[in-house]
């Protein structure tokens, strides 16, 4: 199966406390992907659009949607897939880094 890189990483979750800590201790990048992708996918696809980079670990889960006020009544937004990619020693990716 071929991967398309920006099918499967929908966006970089760079704008938290916690991503930012889990980047600058732990060497571990999050991203919003899409919720039918494996853990082999995500790799794969990090390691495509992210040529010299190496994964070492991949830790996904869902993100349960919220309810939210439409109107006059209740609404609940979509639950979404989080992965949590860990990367081998020395690897950073550049794109966070400007954040």
Avoid: C
Wanted: no cysteine; glycine share 6%.
């Amino acid at each position: 199966m071929t991967v398309v890189a920006h099918k499967i990483l929908r966006r970089p979750l760079i704008l938290t406390e916690k991503g930012n800590s889990l980047r600058e201790t732990e060497n571990q990048y999050s991203f919003e992907v899409a919720r039918d992708a494996t853990k082999d996918d995500i790799r794969a696809a990090v390691e495509k659009a992210f040529p010299d980079v190496h994964v070492v670990a991949v830790r996904t889960l869902i993100v349960r949607g919220k309810d939210r006020r439409m109107g006059r009544g209740y609404a609940k937004t979509q639950n979404w897939k989080k992965a949590i990619v860990t990367l081998k020693q020395g690897d950073k990716i550049e794109f966070f880094e400007a954040f």
